[in-house]
């Protein structure tokens, strides 16, 4: 009896740990199983564009036993849309989803463009680039300008698969190709053989809607060591490829007397200049001491000299006696050589001859007579227009006549006067 109670006892204690086992065994399964749907995500979010992930990506702490039972190598991620995964590990499963997304704005680079005016460059003119996974569209925002011109900012939106959007902003110049360049200064040119020209030396160009134009000078046709007549031609052409082309007329002369008197005129101005001007003189000194200067050294004889400018200035420059024509080409020569910009007059329409001067002095223009005579009446320095009307008028009428419409008028009045003093000539500031 006691033997089977003892069998009776192990019994149950062998149920009860089998139970225990079991219990236990069920509680980790089941932790296991949780941590298993606990470590799946529900969802993965993919940029578009990017790789398909794999396993890994959808789990927080990776499990190799866990295995993908879907086959994401067919799916196209340029795409955007929403993809079932499922999952396994053992007999258990759980499934997830695949989001593609796309949230990058497109990107692009364009370039500026010039046309002409009434053309009408399409948007893909000024694209050089975009990117975009999705594929982008661009378009104008809004239309541009084209019946003006000028140049104007353009706006072009670039916008992809997936509605996202990007600017850019090129330039749009639109031109006149009417408007071709001016060029100025471009003049007939006069040399002795073997001498050298500097053909850009008072010339510019200008252009509408371009600070740089550029210049070229085709002399390809001038011998400058041969004596005759030759074409030479200034192209001047600007961003936009407009181009004007002038041509001048190059005359390669001997070396005669005339050029070595050219060579003595200048070389007797500036010894005239370098002994009688300073540094520190303004425009009305410098013009006061050359008119000084031609009344005290060049005599008036009262006869009529020849109408030769070389001749007579070389004259006046060296001291020989001379008319009113004498005494303003002289005056003009040093002007000339001294950069104040001067005009020679003439009286018109009589009765006889006489030659002067207007000077531009500050901007203004004023009358100059370096003829030593009438001092008794008006010594002519920087007169205004009024001024040599009324002695004209009334001290020797017709004296300064001339064609009113060829000349420009002077101010109302002058900023400066000279007097007789001592024998000589003295300046009157106004």
Known sequence: MKRKNRKKQIALWITFGLTILLLLGGIAAGYMAYQFYENIHPTMIVEAGNPVPDASAFQDQVWDSIEMETDLSNIDTTKTGVHPVEFAWGPLSKNSELYIQDTVAP??????????????PSVEDFIVSTEDVTGVKAYFSPEPDYSRKGTQV?????????????????KLTIYDPNDTPVLNGAVDITIYEGDSISYRNG???????????QLEIDNSAVDLNTPGEYPAYYIATDRFGRS??????????EKD???YDTILLNQLAEQVLAEELTEDMDEIERAFVIFRWVRRHVPWNGGRTERDPLGQALKGLQGYSGDCYTHAITCKTLLDHAGV???MLIRYPGPGVHYWLLVKINGNWYHMDPSPIYLDKLICFLCTDDQVAYFSEFERPHYYDREYDKYPPTPDTSPATVVRKNGDYELVRQ
């Open 341 to 343: 910009e001067n005009k």
């Open 257 to 259: 007397q005339e050029y």
């Open 154 to 170: 353009v706006t072009i939106k670039l916008e992809d698969g997936s509605g996202n959007r990007s600017e850019l902003k090129p």
């Open 244 to 253: 004007t082309r002038l041509e001048i007329r190059v005359t390669v002369k």
């Open 203 to 213: 010339v510019s160009v200008s252009a509408d809607q371009d600070t740089e134009p």
């Open 107 to 120: 990107k692009g680079s364009s370039r500026d463009l010039d046309c002409k005016l009434g053309e009408r």
